[in-house]
C-alpha cells in the first residue's frame, strides 16, 4: 500500500482563490492567451516545482496536463510519492483549462449513434493551438527542456494519442487513461494502430489504461491494443493496464500511479532494468540524464547493489562482474573493494576475499563508516583459512 501525501498549493498572477496557505509548496500561475488560431481567450495553470526559485539555473521536464487543474492534486500526490524515492523529477506542469471540450479534443466529428452525433472536429485546430501558441509562450518564460509529456482521460486521452501521432519530436510521452479511442466509429484507434505500423522505430514512451468499459468502447480499444502489441515499434515503451472493477471515471485514480513509476526512470537503477551486460548501466543512464535535462551518473552503491542482489540470487558469477564494474568506475571507493569481497566469501573465494577487503582498508582511515566491517570480514576471512 503506497501512503500519498498531497502539498498544499498557492496561486500568483491572477488565479482565484480565498486566502493564502500556509507553507506553500507550490506556486501556480495563471496564463492567458489571446488564441489566433481558436479565435478565443484560453487559459492555462502553470505550475513551478517547489525548489523552482532556489534553483536558478535547472531546466526541468515538463507534462502538458489536460483538462485543467483539478487534475493537480491526484498527479501531485503520484509525483511526491515517486520524488521521495528519487524515481521522478522535479517537473514543470501546464494544466489546459477547457472551453469546449468535445470539439477541442476529438480530431474527428461523431457520427456514432452511440454518442453525440455532430460533435468533435477541432483536435487539429487545439494541436495547433499547443504547439504553436501554447508551447512557444511557456518554454520562453519557463525553464523547461525538451523532455515533454502530454497526458489525458477519456476524450482528453484520446488526444494525447493524436497529438502523439501528429507531434512525435515534440511529444516524448503520452500518457492515456481510459482513452475514448470510439468516438467517430474508432478513428483514433484506427490511426493510432496505422502510426505504430509506419514506424519502425518510435524512441517514445506510452502508456495505456482501461477500466470496466463496455460497448461501444471495448470492442474499439482491445482491437488497439491487440494491433499495437503486433506492431510495436522497436524503441517503444509501452505499459498497458487493465482495472476490470473500476468505472470509466476512475480509471485515472488507478491508473496514476503505474503510469508515472513506468515512465519516468529512477536515480537508483532497478535490477529489472539490467539485462546481463554492464553497458546496459551506461544506457540507462544515459536515458535517465536525458528525460532529467541534467547529467546523473550511477552512484557507486547503486551498482553494488544490482551486485548485492545477484549474490542473494545465488549468480556469483553476475554478482562478481558488477562488483568489479563498480570498482573500475570508482577505483578509489573502500565500498566497492567490500562488495566485491562479499562476493567472493558468499561463493567461497577466501583468498580472493581478502585481496579485496584488504584493499578497502588500505583506502579507509579507521573513523571510516564501513572501517569496522572491513576489519571484521578480514577476522572471519582470517579463521576461515586457518591464518587465525
Do not use: C
Not at 107 to 131: C, E, H, M, R, S
Not at 203 to 212: P, Q, S
Amino acid at each position: 500500500m503506497f501512503l500519498l501525501l498531497v502539498s498544499p498549493i498557492t496561486y500568483a498572477q491572477g488565479a482565484s482563490v480565498e486566502g493564502e496557505l500556509d507553507n506553500p509548496s507550490y506556486t501556480l500561475i495563471t496564463e492567458k492567451l489571446t488564441s489566433k488560431v481558436l479565435s478565443e481567450e484560453r487559459t492555462v495553470v502553470v505550475q513551478l516545482p517547489k525548489n523552482y526559485a532556489e534553483n536558478p539555473d535547472k531546466k526541468y521536464p515538463i507534462i502538458y496536463r489536460l483538462d485543467g487543474v483539478g487534475t493537480l492534486v491526484m498527479l501531485n500526490a503520484v509525483l511526491e510519492s515517486l520524488q521521495s524515492q528519487r524515481a521522478a523529477p522535479e517537473v514543470i506542469v501546464v494544466a489546459i483549462e477547457n472551453t469546449d471540450r468535445l470539439r477541442d479534443l476529438y480530431p474527428n466529428v461523431n457520427k456514432d449513434p452511440n454518442g453525440p452525433v455532430g460533435y468533435g472536429g477541432g483536435g487539429a485546430k487545439f494541436l495547433q493551438f499547443i504547439t504553436s501558441e501554447l508551447m512557444p509562450m511557456v518554454e520562453s518564460k519557463y525553464r523547461v527542456h525538451d523532455f515533454r509529456v502530454i497526458a489525458g482521460a477519456s476524450a482528453a486521452g484520446a488526444f494525447s494519442l493524436y497529438a502523439m501521432q501528429q507531434e512525435p519530436e515534440l511529444f516524448n510521452a503520452a500518457l492515456t487513461y481510459s482513452a475514448a479511442v470510439w468516438w467517430a466509429n474508432g478513428a483514433t484507434a484506427k490511426t493510432t494502430v496505422e502510426f505504430f505500423k509506419n514506424s519502425k522505430k518510435l524512441d517514445h514512451y506510452l502508456y495505456t489504461a482501461i477500466g470496466n468499459e463496455g460497448a461501444p468502447m471495448r470492442p474499439y480499444y482491445d482491437g488497439m491494443i491487440s494491433d499495437i502489441r503486433k506492431n510495436k515499434p522497436q524503441g517503444l515503451r509501452w505499459h498497458n493496464d487493465v482495472f476490470r472493477d473500476v468505472p470509466h471515471n476512475l480509471v485515472t485514480n488507478a491508473a496514476s500511479f503505474k503510469a508515472y513509476y513506468s515512465l519516468f526512470y529512477s536515480e537508483y537503477m532497478r535490477p529489472k532494468d539490467y539485462n546481463g551486460d554492464v553497458s546496459s548501466i551506461e544506457k540507462y543512464y544515459e536515458a535517465l540524464s536525458q528525460q532529467r535535462g541534467e547529467r546523473v551518473e550511477a552512484a557507486e552503491w547503486v551498482i553494488r547493489e544490482l551486485g548485492y542482489h545477484f549474490v542473494t540470487k545465488q549468480d556469483f558469477d553476475e554478482a562478481i562482474k558488477l562488483f568489479k564494474y563498480g570498482i573500475a568506475r570508482y577505483p578509489s571507493a573502500p565500498d566497492a573493494y567490500n562488495g566485491l569481497a562479499y562476493g567472493y566469501e558468499q561463493s567461497g573465494q577466501f583468498e580472493a576475499a581478502l585481496e579485496q577487503v584488504d584493499k578497502a582498508l588500505a583506502l579507509a582511515s579507521s573513523d571510516y563508516d564501513g572501517y569496522e566491517v572491513y576489519t571484521g570480514r578480514r577476522e572471519r576471512l582470517l579463521k576461515k583459512l586457518g591464518k587465525r
